[in-house]
């Protein structure tokens, strides 16, 4: 998002962001390096699917739009 854009949903109430941020780490030879980082990307995209009016969520646009 653009600041203005940033200062736009902070004056209609936007107080929290969702940033996915994994760490990349051995998880021994069976599994990826990027394991934490597909599991937070796949959080984000999974809150972004829920209806947002029933739990009082907007929604601006995620980073990785293919998810």
Do not use: F, N, Y
Request: hydrophobic letters at 40%.
């Amino acid at each position: 998002m653009t600041w203005p854009e940033v200062e736009a949903a902070i004056e209609r109430g936007v107080d929290a962001v969702l940033i996915p941020i994994g760490t990349t780490e051995q998880h021994g030879p069976h599994m990826p390096l990027d394991t934490d980082c597909v599991i937070a990307r796949s959080l984000c995209a999974r809150v972004r699917r829920k209806p947002a009016e029933a739990e009082g969520v907007e929604r601006a646009r995620c980073a990785d739009a293919s998810t």
